[in-house]
Nanobody, 119 residues
Framework: QVQLVESGGGLVQAGESLRLSCAAS????????MAWYRQAPGMQRELVAG???????NYADSVKGRFTISRDNTKDTVYLLMNSLTPEDTAVYYC?????????????WGQGTQVTVSS
């Protein structure tokens, strides 16, 4: 019953780019916000970027100007283009989707994809 599947993680050198993808499936409720979070070893999980259904976006200060989040509503897929990667971006990246249920917001999470940036 995996409903969010991430792909695109990997090992890159500093300055290179990666594009993460997350596809939602078997989520019958309409998805509102989709987002990417990340968690580095020994650190708390933090919001990297979020995007609403109308395309409004927000980014963590640490990634502004480097990362771009986008989504395809017809496919319920969200992307994260990461440019100018640094070792500080190394983390497990998690896809998140929020949907409005009859009793409130339901949050879905992917299993995570590892991004490692070497110097």
């Amino acid at each position: 019953q995996v409903q969010l599947v991430e792909s695109g993680g990997g090992l890159v050198q500093a300055g290179e780019s990666l594009r993460l993808s997350c596809a939602a499936s078997r989520i019958t409720l309409r998805i509102s916000t989709m987002a990417w979070y990340r968690q580095a070893p020994g650190m708390q999980r933090e919001l990297v970027a979020g995007i609403s259904r109308d395309g409004s976006t927000n980014y963590a200060d640490s990634v502004k100007g480097r990362f771009t989040i986008s989504r395809d509503n017809t496919k319920d897929t969200v992307y994260l283009l990461m440019n100018s990667l640094t070792p500080e971006d190394t983390a497990v990246y998690y896809c998140n989707a929020d949907a409005f249920g009859t009793r409130g917001t339901i949050s879905y999470w992917g299993q995570g994809t590892q991004v490692t940036v070497s110097s």
